[in-house]
T-cell receptor, first 112, second 114 residues
Framework: ELKVEQNPLFLSMQEGKNYTIYCNYSTTSDRLYWYRQDPGKSLESLFVLLSNGAVKQEGRLMASLDTKARLSTLHITAAVHDLSATYFCAVRAQGGSEKLVFGKGMKLTVNP | KAGVTQTPRYLIKTRGQQVTLSCSPISGHRSVSWYQQTPGQGLQFLFEYFSETQRNKGNFPGRFSGRQFSNSRSEMNVSTLELGDSALYLC?????????????FGPGTRLTVT
């Protein structure tokens, strides 16, 4: 059964700082998604990573995928308050059921 | 292009009652997936419908059921409500099967069971 783990689950950081968050998964996968959720809101798609070595960047966020290590990272550069949200990764197991399995989410708070 | 819509947005029910939630996908999308989100369990997959057929089902009791209509709109039903069913129920639509394409989430229905 596919398991997805995110760490850390909570992160408080200062504006201007950099940080990397991690998403590990337990079985072979061929696609990984990152979503953002603001309090009381729905999920917003950030990135779709489809192959080993894929890297995508949007603003201060950069996501990468290492399928051999079963690891994705989401790197935050020079954090700003607007990035405060909960970030989820979701993985589809390759060759199996096509449903997505979500991590528990990482709640990020960026302090001025 | 209109996004995914869910109705109602908020619902309060009592134990033992049943509830029906509705989801209208983005026009042209054929897949609708349902998720339950709670603080303790996070986001858990309920089921996915594609072209009126259930493609996948999560590990939820039979009290949770769903269906999809020919216009791709989907409904989710929960019978004999329990306190633990209080959650945010999210639906997501995608052009192709959920695991193959990008999913777009609706605003959710907040269900409170008292």
């Amino acid at each position: 059964e596919l398991k997805v783990e995110q760490n850390p689950l909570f992160l408080s950081m200062q504006e201007g700082k950099n940080y990397t968050i991690y998403c590990n998964y337990s079985t072979t996968s061929d696609r990984l998604y990152w979503y953002r959720q603001d309090p009381g809101k729905s999920l917003e798609s950030l990135f779709v990573l489809l192959s080993n070595g894929a890297v995508k960047q949007e603003g201060r966020l950069m996501a990468s995928l290492d399928t051999k290590a079963r690891l994705s990272t989401l790197h935050i550069t020079a954090a700003v308050h607007d990035l405060s949200a909960t970030y989820f990764c979701a993985v589809r197991a390759q060759g199996g059921s096509e449903k997505l399995v979500f991590g528990k989410g990482m709640k990020l708070t960026v302090n001025p | 292009k209109a996004g995914v819509t869910q109705t109602p947005r908020y619902l309060i029910k009592t134990r033992g009652q049943q509830v029906t939630l509705s989801c209208s996908p983005i026009s042209g999308h054929r897949s609708v997936s349902w998720y339950q989100q709670t603080p303790g369990q996070g986001l858990q997959f309920l089921f996915e419908y594609f072209s009126e057929t259930q493609r996948n089902k999560g590990n939820f009791p039979g009290r949770f059921s769903g269906r999809q209509f020919s216009n791709s709109r989907s409904e989710m039903n929960v019978s004999t409500l329990e306190l633990g069913d209080s959650a945010l129920y999210l639906c997501a639509s995608s052009l192709v099967a959920a695991g193959l394409g990008e999913q777009y989430f609706g605003p959710g229905t907040r269900l409170t069971v008292t």
